[in-house]
């Protein structure tokens, strides 16, 4: 009876302590754009950038926050970072969101502390954006990084590495 009462509190002691491990190397969380950080980009970041990130199960739900420009144009770099929220997939499955007058097709997959996403955007013109982004939680799970990539069918393009912190 002692040696299930202890192993009982051992089992429990180590499942606790799993949890609170994955829970802070999740990307679950209020991230800020870490302004003293080295963030580039070929377009300033928008001002004010927040993400609320949601996972359950395979469902990612990416809620931001940030100032409007002031010409009320969000620039291509950032389709799908200036929008209210975002719903991804996890397990690689096909995601579609309406951004603005796109529509947005994507795929994430997530292996350890690192979210790719592919996405292609298409706007009623019938102009095409495509973009990639890498999110790279920091060891500590205190830092999280985010890295663009896009280019259209008009030419455009550009990149930026974004630095949040966990709030």
Request: with cysteine.
């Amino acid at each position: 009876m002692y040696q299930r009462v202890v192993l009982s509190a051992l089992m429990t002691a180590v499942l606790c302590s799993a949890a609170s491990v994955s829970a802070d190397h999740s990307f679950d969380g209020k991230w800020v754009l870490d302004k003293k950080a080295n963030n580039t980009a070929t377009t300033p970041a928008p001002d004010g950038l927040q993400q609320r990130i949601k996972a359950n199960n395979n469902n990612i739900s990416i809620d931001s926050i940030f100032k409007e420009p002031p010409n009320a144009v969000a620039p291509l770099l950032y389709l799908g970072i200036m929008t209210s929220t975002l719903q991804l997939k996890g397990d690689g499955s096909e995601t579609v969101n309406q951004v603005g007058p796109f529509m947005q097709t994507s795929k994430t997959t997530i292996d350890g502390n690192k979210m790719d996403t592919e996405w292609v955007a298409k706007h009623t013109s019938g102009d095409v954006v495509n973009g990639h982004w890498t999110r790279t939680l920091s060891d500590d799970g205190k830092h999280m990084t985010l890295e663009i990539k896009e280019s259209s069918t008009q030419g455009q393009s550009g990149n930026a590495t974004l630095n949040f912190v966990r709030k």
